[in-house]
């Protein structure tokens, strides 16, 4: 236990990085403020390997972490306790979807496009067929007047146009939108998921990189 809450103590004192690219760190910087505000992460898989959200976590954000696994729940119980877990998919509200358990657990996904593109229908363990609520109905049920909502961060392996298109943009606004895409910075640019935030008033400002064009997208909003 003494020694769980040293290594607690040195994460929040420390700028230690627990994303794949150093992603946290750069949306500390971009988000420019001491006093904690809120996040939603989308897809958000383990609570600390790879998360670009534990970085807040830890300094007090207001977590709201969304994934259809429910594996999941225990681990944010133990390691982000004050943090809301939501067990659910995003998409349009009242219906139902397969969701497909991978080897990779990381690679999860509703989508079996997804699957199809990068040949795993070999990878797929199970499924199970999970609820599905619209994002702006779950930011609604979560979030009030006084949240400040800093970023949103998205990694729905090939589902993550079709989460955004559920938000309400004129209500629920982050300053910043962190996306995971696998093509090149050049496709990237003229991208279906771009195109349709650039409409929402985003701009993209850049992107990092985990391996080859495997990256996060950086988008904020012009107002």
């Avoid at 946290?24 to 992460?41: A, E, R, S």
Wanted: glycine share 4%; with cysteine.
């Amino acid at each position: 236990m003494i020694i769980n809450a040293l290594k607690t103590i040195i994460r929040r004192r420390y700028n230690i990085s627990f994303s794949k690219s150093g992603d946290d760190i750069q949306l500390m910087k971009l988000i420019n403020k001491t006093k904690p505000g809120t996040y939603v992460d989308i897809g958000c898989w383990h609570p600390v390997k790879a998360s670009n959200t534990y970085y807040f976590s830890l300094r007090g954000w207001k977590g709201l972490c969304i994934d259809p696994n429910p594996d999941l729940k225990p681990l944010y119980k133990t390691f982000r306790p004050k943090d809301h877990f939501i067990n659910a998919a995003i998409g349009e509200s009242n219906t139902n979807l397969d969701y497909y358990f991978l080897e990779e657990s990381s690679m999860n996904t509703v989508s079996l496009e997804f699957i199809k593109k990068h040949n795993l229908e070999d990878k797929i363990l199970k499924k199970i067929n999970i609820p599905v609520y619209s994002l702006k109905d779950i930011l609604a049920k979560h979030l009030t007047e006084n949240d400040r909502l800093d970023f949103f961060d998205v990694d729905a392996e090939g589902y993550d146009l079709e989460i955004l298109k559920t938000n309400d943009w004129k209500k629920y606004r982050p300053k910043i939108i962190v996306i995971e895409s696998d093509i090149s910075l050049k496709s990237d640019l003229t991208s279906e998921i771009v195109k349709y935030l650039e409409l929402q008033d985003y701009k993209l400002l850049g992107k990092s990189i985990i391996n080859a064009d495997l990256g996060n997208l950086f988008l904020a909003s012009n107002y």
